[in-house]
């Protein structure tokens, strides 16, 4: 008799961590488990924001697939997913197919550009480690390039973040700590530098308690970061933007928009046939999909409902590492025949940085500002890397400049 075969897509958080679970728990004899992933690593997102500022090496964000995932228990196949047939039990991959008893999609998510004009084709993503890099490079490119033409551009020098959620603060707090270092390097006086956060909400970081927030932008002002907040992004091109605030239209002259302000599930998702929800799955409690009982969505494809709020949960690193326990657990109880187990998420709190020295918190009831949240965060990041790799990947990859 065959072994089942599991098919785990993607190598995120959801996905990797539900590898690294299903290794420890399955004997080899009981099915086959293939990871599919583009490269051949995973890497933390939660770190890109660094990476795109330059106040971080993409090496050190980069954590080797084979690192964690032992090849002899999980076949490890590097290849691009263009499409799943649920009916079929088949993913079909950029150079074969791959036939399925048990799958996991773990996709990840795409930038949502929601029709601005320009934005696709002259902002900036912070979405993985290339697009990081193509940002760090670009500031460089244009830092650099400002005392060599003949007519000074400050367009070069005004640097715009759409949206301050999570990825545009965090990126706006590392960046304003990289603009000295840059200036310096390239001659540039620091009140020659402009960086923009432009939101459309009334104020920044939703959800987060009002005076985190508060702290947050006299943090982030008090070192230079500019705030449109209640504005619109209505265009983008190469050399500027346009809002709206108010009913008025405004331009700023720049060639650096970074957008940070919506992503969606990956679209293979939907143009698959799953049922969606704003191009997302929402699961059953058990994380399969409502179509298909052989499929299970983990992370940023996964949709689940707050019942408290009426409002889905944000797709978040710590949300999908939770959900990879449930994964693991259900899809190996359905190889063996046993009872699957519910998803019960357990926020234990939510970090935003502010640049490497600075951020806030809000961790199991309590607020935490400048260091403390900062430790927090740290070492939120090293119990990551503890739980996919061990001592050993926590000892090459961690965060111990705990206090600076």
């Known amino acids: 008799m065959n072994k089942p075969h599991i098919v785990i897509l993607g190598a995120g958080y959801g996905g990797m961590m539900t590898a690294s679970k299903l290794q420890k728990t399955?004997?080899?004899n009981e099915a086959d488990i293939t990871l599919v992933n583009k490269n051949d690593y995973h890497y933390q997102a939660t770190w890109l924001h660094e990476n795109a500022a330059g106040t971080l090496h993409p090496d050190r964000t980069k954590i080797k697939i084979k690192d964690v995932i032992n090849s002899r228990k999980i076949n490890i196949v590097l290849d691009e997913v263009i499409s799943i047939k649920p009916e079929e039990k088949i993913v079909k991959l950029a150079n074969t197919e791959l036939k399925y008893d048990v799958l996991v999609i773990g996709l990840g998510f795409e930038a949502a550009t929601f029709g601005?004009?320009?934005l696709g084709e002259n902002a900036l993503m912070i979405g993985d480690i290339n697009s990081a890099r193509l940002v760090r490079e670009h500031l460089d490119y244009n830092f650099a390039n400002y005392h060599n033409e003949a007519e000074k551009n400050?367009?070069?020098?005004?640097?715009v973040i759409g949206g301050g959620g999570f990825t545009g603060i965090e990126f706006a707090g590392e960046l304003i700590n990289r603009i000295p270092e840059l200036c310096a390097e390239y001659d540039i006086e620091k009140t020659q530098v402009r960086v923009i956060v432009v939101e459309g909400a009334p104020t920044i970081l939703p959800g987060f308690d009002e005076e985190l927030v508060e702290y947050a932008i006299n943090s982030l002002s008090s070192r230079g970061v500019e705030f449109i907040n209640g504005a619109m992004l209505k265009e983008c091109n190469k050399d500027r933007i346009v809002y709206e605030k108010d009913g008025k239209l405004t331009e700023i002259p720049t060639m650096t928009t970074v957008w940070a302000a919506g992503v969606k599930a990956n679209s293979i998702v939907e143009?698959?046939?799953?049922?969606?929800?704003?191009g997302k799955v929402e699961v059953r409690k058990d994380m399969r999909t409502p179509d298909y009982d052989d499929v299970f969505v983990i992370g940023d494809c996964a949709l689940i409902m707050n019942e408290q709020t009426g409002r889905p949960f944000p797709p978040t690193a710590?949300?999908?590492i939770q959900q990879s326990g449930t994964v693991a657990h259900n899809v190996k109880a359905a190889v063996r025949g046993e009872a699957l187990q519910s998803f019960e998420p357990n926020l234990l709190g939510t970090i935003a940085s502010l640049g490497h020295?600075?951020?806030i918190a809000e961790v199991l009831g309590r607020k935490l500002f400048g260091w403390k949240a900062t430790v927090m965060k740290k070492m939120s990041d090293n119990r990551y890397l503890l739980k996919l790799?061990?001592?050993?990947?926590l000892m090459k990859k961690g965060k111990f400049n705990i206090f600076y």
């Open 271 to 278: 143009q698959s046939g799953f049922t969606t929800n704003r």
């Open 318 to 320: 710590q949300i999908a």
């Open 389 to 393: 790799g061990g001592i050993g990947l």
């Open 26 to 28: 399955m004997h080899m």
């Open 116 to 118: 601005i004009p320009g």
């Open 357 to 359: 020295d600075d951020a």
């Open 154 to 159: 400050d367009a070069r020098l005004n640097i």
